[in-house]
């Protein structure tokens, strides 16, 4: 488990709704509203709970309960690169019918 704290006075993050346009663009829905379950703690919340750290190359979401990364957002001039490894489950919810 990671020894980072990611405490709600830190003023270097921005809560989860930061990667709602990001990832809206890239995968064409509104993503804040999916659950994730963070690898290192194993809670599971939306992602726009995430801490989002977004003063980098790219954006990096953190779990707000034990501060692993749960998710990077990297783009280039050609390609969207998400790496998901610190999440053990995405969970969508699916359109009603």
Request: proline share 7%; net charge positive.
């Amino acid at each position: 488990m990671s020894t980072t704290t990611v405490g709600a006075d830190d003023p270097h993050w921005v809560d989860g709704n930061a990667l709602a346009g990001p990832l809206g663009e890239i995968m064409g829905a509104d993503l804040t509203v999916a659950d994730l379950t963070c690898a290192g703690c194993r809670m599971t919340r939306p992602l726009a709970a995430m801490r989002v750290f977004d003063r980098a190359p790219g954006l990096v979401a953190r779990c707000p309960g034990c501060g692993d990364v749960v998710m990077r957002l990297v783009r280039t001039t050609a390609r969207a690169l998400v790496d998901l490894r610190g999440s053990l489950v995405v969970s969508l919810p699916l359109p009603r019918v």
